[in-house]
């Protein structure tokens, strides 16, 4: 008997399929209420979303599957409503073998679920949205909401925060705060809030009238506390309306253990050079299609 459970402890230790450990997670942001009748702001076109996820097996040939979805390619009712759309789809397990994801985008919800059955095995899903607004002169509008990551124990940890504001980005862009949020144990951001203050309607495919603004240190201000609550607000300090844009990234991937065999090192290696790409096309990204 010593002998069988010292060799499935050395097979999880390995990596072997079906004798690690399995686990599970998910990623959740929750908005809170904004834009009642009254607000000094309001939408000026639907939703837009992009889901990307993916689940790679810890087997000799590494079986992979992945799915994408576009506010775009679905219909109209996807895009309507209050934030985020509409959208519930999954990648199922394979023969009843645990390697799954989950994606809900609902009225103010945004959740992206991960199970596995092997701690070898990697599952990663990348939600992004994005809206456009109109803010009265002289006003404010704050998106917030609150972030739960759900993660195996070895990889918990307290939230970080980092703002990054960049002001000029482009004729369009006149001032970019991106909000950082993560820090809980795993390779990978939880969650990147952008706001951008621009200088026309991106509705108005003719790009006119252009409004010429400028960059104020005090154009944003935000807060993270340490139960994942996170905020960011937009001012307009003019006389003249304003246009902005809200982005939301959601990441939920799954945590690696230490390399301790050649598949946990190769997919280390891949993670870690892909999520910086993901980074900078988050980062560099205009406002995404819209649906006016």
């Known amino acids: 008997m010593k002998k069988i459970v010292a060799a499935c402890a050395l097979a999880g230790a390995l990596g072997w399929p079906g004798l690690a450990l399995a686990d599970q997670g998910y990623s959740q942001f929750q908005l809170d209420p904004m834009m009642t009748p009254g607000t000094p702001a309001q939408w000026i076109a639907d939703n837009s979303f992009e889901v990307q996820t993916f689940v790679v097996r810890n087997l000799p040939d590494h079986p992979s599957r992945g799915d994408y979805r576009a506010s775009s390619d679905l219909p109209p009712a996807a895009s309507a409503?209050?934030?985020?759309?509409?959208?519930?789809?999954?990648?199922?397990?394979?023969?009843?073998?645990?390697?799954?994801?989950?994606?809900?985008?609902?009225d103010g919800l945004m959740r992206a679920n991960w199970q596995r059955g092997d701690l070898q095995d990697y599952t990663g899903t990348t939600?992004?949205?994005?809206?456009?607004?109109?803010?009265?002169?002289?006003?404010?509008?704050?998106?917030?909401?609150l972030?739960?990551?759900?993660?195996?124990?070895?990889?918990?940890?307290?939230?970080?925060?980092?703002?990054?504001?960049?002001?000029?980005?482009?004729?369009?862009?006149?001032?970019?705060?991106?909000?950082?949020?993560g820090g809980t144990g795993h390779v990978g951001m939880d969650l990147m809030l952008t706001a951008d203050i621009l200088n026309r309607d991106p509705t108005d495919l003719g790009g006119f009238p252009w409004q010429g603004r400028q960059a104020h240190?005090?154009?944003?201000?935000?807060?993270?506390?340490?139960?994942?609550?996170?905020?960011?607000?937009?001012?307009?300090?003019?006389?003249?309306l304003m246009f902005g844009n809200f982005q939301l990234a959601l990441f939920s991937i799954s945590p690696l253990p230490e390399p301790s065999s050649a598949l946990a090192m190769a997919l280390g290696v891949l993670l870690l050079a892909a999520l910086p790409g993901i980074r900078r096309r988050l980062l560099d990204a205009g406002p995404m299609p819209l649906h006016a």
Do not use: E, K, M
């Open 217 to 240: 240190a005090d154009d944003f201000s935000y807060s993270v506390d340490s139960f994942g609550h996170v905020a960011l607000t937009v001012f307009n300090h003019s006389d003249q």
């Open 127 to 145: 939600i992004r949205w994005q809206r456009p607004f109109l803010l009265d002169p002289n006003a404010s509008i704050t998106l917030s909401g």
């Open 81 to 106: 409503g209050d934030p985020f759309g509409h959208l519930s789809f999954g990648l199922p397990a394979i023969n009843g073998y645990p390697l799954a994801t989950s994606i809900q985008l609902s």
């Open 147 to 181: 972030l739960t990551v759900n993660l195996p124990a070895p990889y918990q940890g307290s939230p970080t925060s980092n703002l990054q504001l960049t002001p000029q980005l482009n004729y369009d862009i006149a001032h970019r705060a991106d909000l950082t949020v």
